[in-house]
């Protein structure tokens, strides 16, 4: 069916050096995609996202990057801090049967490596 | 604080308890949303409130019972429920419009819930 795939589902990045994580989806019809961040004991928190009229967005340490043509999108947080370590979560609408909703990735745990 | 508040924060419930979720939300926003988070699916979409429209996922069983009374409150009602109904329970709100239908949704802590 269609989904988003999210890679990878755990990643380890020493402080202050980068991290990356990436989202495939299925439906071209998609152009909405958003990244959540959920902390310890917290529901999921939006960070950035992205329209399909635009291929990059930048918010401070954060960007996300989209690539309609091959259907993948990603998120960049540049020198990383220990408060960056969650669950981050990319998002897109997908439409399924007739039903057009949001859905979620699996998940990526990352920690920052003090 | 998101402006979503989920009550209780943790439940443990009997299999043959009837129980509720209650969510609530002043953002003046006119969707919401019930969320399960497990270990096995992340985040997987139960119900959807918007436009005062009920949609649903049509592999949730029929033991999980959402109500919407108004545009602020949400319920979850819960009976029967099996030991691998265990989960977090997550309400989402978010302002739907006709032009951007997705927008940020803001999310409760959840409802941590152990059925034994």
């Known amino acids: 069916g269609e989904n988003v795939e999210q890679h990878p589902s755990t990643l380890s990045v020493q402080e202050g050096d980068s991290a990356v994580i990436k989202c495939t989806y299925s439906?071209?019809?998609?152009?909405?995609f958003p990244w959540y961040k959920q902390e310890l004991g917290k529901g999921p928190q939006l960070i950035i996202d992205i329209r399909s009229n635009v291929g990059e967005k930048k918010d401070q340490r954060i960007a996300v990057t989209l690539n309609k043509t091959a259907k993948h999108f990603s998120l960049h947080i540049t020198e990383t801090q220990p408060e960056d370590s969650a669950v981050y979560f990319c998002a897109a609408n997908i439409r399924n049967f007739g039903n057009e909703k949001l859905t979620f990735g699996t998940g990526t745990r990352l920690t920052i490596i003090p | 604080e998101t402006g979503v508040t989920q009550t209780p924060r943790h439940l443990v419930m009997g299999m043959t308890n009837k129980k509720s979720l209650k969510c609530e939300q002043h953002l003046g926003h006119n969707a919401m949303y019930w969320y399960k988070q497990s270990a096995k699916k992340p985040l997987e979409l139960m119900f959807v409130?918007?436009?005062?429209?009920?949609?649903e996922n049509n592999s949730v069983p029929s033991r999980f019972s959402p109500e919407c009374p108004n545009s602020s409150h949400l319920f979850l009602h819960l009976h029967t429920l099996q030991p691998e109904d265990s989960a977090l329970y997550l309400c989402?709100?978010?302002?739907?419009?006709?032009?951007?239908?997705?927008?940020?949704?803001?999310f409760g802590q959840g409802t941590r819930l152990t059925v034994v």
């Open positions: 439906d071209s019809a998609s152009n909405y």
């Open positions: 989402a709100s978010s302002l739907v419009k006709l032009r951007d239908r997705y927008t940020e949704a803001f």
């Open positions: 409130y918007s436009l005062e429209e009920r949609v």
